[in-house]
């Protein structure tokens, strides 16, 4: 059997991290066709529901599971100084800190071929990463912010986030299906079960 932690990278997190933010604010965070980006796997944001999705991608198109996370932009609440709002880059720092400290925590992720028996544990391989503070824009178009269990209004932002993020690359042909669980406080989960076929590039 393949060890499937061989396909985990172990590099490249906060450059992702950074592409999961273009994405996830964008104008489409949803469709996409293989080879033009990578596949980025996560839950529905403020729900418990599992986001199930069927992709089609190339060997080797870089995957990004966004397991769990917290995004905080500038007039958001303050978890650190509470009873007051985050006016500054350092205390978006310190509340990503915090998040990552005491809120958001790793479940599980797994992995298998369709064919496999059972399933291989990849949470070794997830990793705890947070983005510099950057200005952004979350598109009107994007009907999905507001979804999430504080919406996150259209326009320009100053934020960053604080996530646990998975890395890999599938180097073979095939049928698989990839798994992963986070939680936060307050109940908040986010789930997802992907069936992702792989055709060669």
């Known amino acids: ?14 450059q992702s991290l ?3 933010n273009d994405w996830v604010f964008g104008p489409d965070p949803v469709n996409r066709t293989p080879g033009n980006r990578p596949l980025f796997v996560h839950g ?6 599992v986001r199930k999705e069927s992709p089609i991608i190339n060997t080797n198109d870089l995957i990004i599971v966004h397991v769990i996370g917290t995004n905080y932009t500038i007039d958001d609440p303050d978890p650190v ?8 880059d350092t ?12 809120e ?9 071929k369709k064919s496999d028996p059972g399933w291989t544990d990849l949470n070794a391989g997830v990793e705890e990463v947070s ?18 269990d504080i919406p996150m209004p ?11 993020l998975l890395l890999m690359k599938i180097p073979q042909e095939g049928d698989f299906e990839l798994r992963s669980k986070g939680t936060s406080v307050g109940g908040y989960e986010q789930n997802t079960e992907f069936k992702i076929h792989v055709k060669k590039r």
């Open 81 to 88: 100084a509470r009873g007051s709002s985050i006016n500054n």
């Open 104 to 112: 958001d925590q790793l479940v599980s992720v797994k992995f298998k």
């Open 91 to 102: 205390s978006i720092r310190n509340a990503c800190r915090h998040s990552a400290q005491t």
């Open 44 to 49: 529905t944001i403020g729900k418990a529901d």
């Open 18 to 20: 950074v592409a999961y």
């Open 154 to 164: 259209s326009g320009q932002h100053r934020g960053a986030w604080s996530s646990k």
């Open 1 to 14: 059997m393949v060890n499937y932690m061989n396909w985990v990278r172990t590099s490249g997190h906060g």
């Open 131 to 148: 983005m510099t503070p950057v200005n952004f824009y979350a598109d009107p178009g994007n009907t999905y912010l507001n979804d999430w």
